[in-house]
């Protein structure tokens, strides 16, 4: 069975460009999770979806993110305009029944520079 | 607020010796509680994982982890480290449908 599945695997790119990081979950998950992960910061989740419905996006930097999970195979997290401080590992991850109860499967990731 | 500290950034094991990396959790309520592992260039994978009952949770590749609720704890063990154990690995307790991780421990194998 395939896995959770993240693209691009690497991306290079220059400030204030914007960057669109993708994400196909295990079908039939209904929980999707983004993360990123950095030295200082560590794992930090950024948002997760329910049946392809938003539940928590509290850990969002700021405005210049967003993500949308317009069917439940298909998940984007966009950073418009991007800076130097956003480089780091997006993880993208699904869950069955939720973090609350059961695993989490994490895609590779997606590592972004920002120059 | 809902916490996990691991202590340790780095550890190294000769390979063939016994491993314990600790994890110290801050939580009101019963805690469920996780190990992942994350091989240099890859996703995290979860080792095993405690909700209740036997304080004692037996994992894959070997690891087990203990629960202990006085001392809030939930120490991941190995007794005899191969050197395809050497990755990064992380604790991590749910809260709100959420995991909350703590900063990961290094494990570096010797032979």
């Known amino acids: 069975d395939a896995g959770v599945i993240q693209s691009p695997r690497h991306e290079v790119t220059e400030m204030g460009q914007e960057v669109t990081l993708r994400c196909k979950p295990i079908?039939?998950?209904?929980?999707l999770f983004w993360y990123r992960q950095t030295m200082m910061r560590g794992l930090e989740l950024l948002i997760y979806?329910?049946?392809?419905?938003?539940?928590?996006d509290s850990g969002m930097p700021e405005d210049r993110f967003s993500a949308k999970m317009p069917n439940a195979s298909f998940s984007t997290l966009k950073i418009q305009p991007s800076e130097p401080r956003d480089s780091a590992v997006y993880f993208c991850a699904s869950s069955l029944m939720g973090a609350s109860t059961g695993e989490l499967f994490f895609g590779e990731g997606s590592r972004l520079t920002v120059l | 607020a809902q916490s996990v500290t691991q202590p340790d950034i780095h550890i190294t094991v000769s390979e063939g010796a016994s491993l314990e990396l600790r994890c110290n959790y801050s939580y009101g309520a019963t805690p469920y509680l996780f190990w992942y592992v994350q091989s240099p260039g890859q996703g995290l994978q979860l080792l095993l994982k405690?909700?209740?009952?036997?304080?004692l949770v037996q994992g894959i590749k070997g690891f087990e982890a203990e629960f202990k609720r006085s001392q809030s704890s939930f120490n991941l063990r190995k007794p005899s480290v191969h050197w395809s154990d050497a990755a990064e690995y992380f604790c991590a307790v749910e809260y709100g449908n959420k995991l909350v991780f703590g900063a990961g421990t290094i494990l570096r194998v010797k032979s």
């Open positions: 405690y909700f209740s009952g036997d304080t």
């Open positions: 979806f329910n049946n392809n419905v938003p539940i928590d």
């Open positions: 079908s039939g998950h209904d929980y």
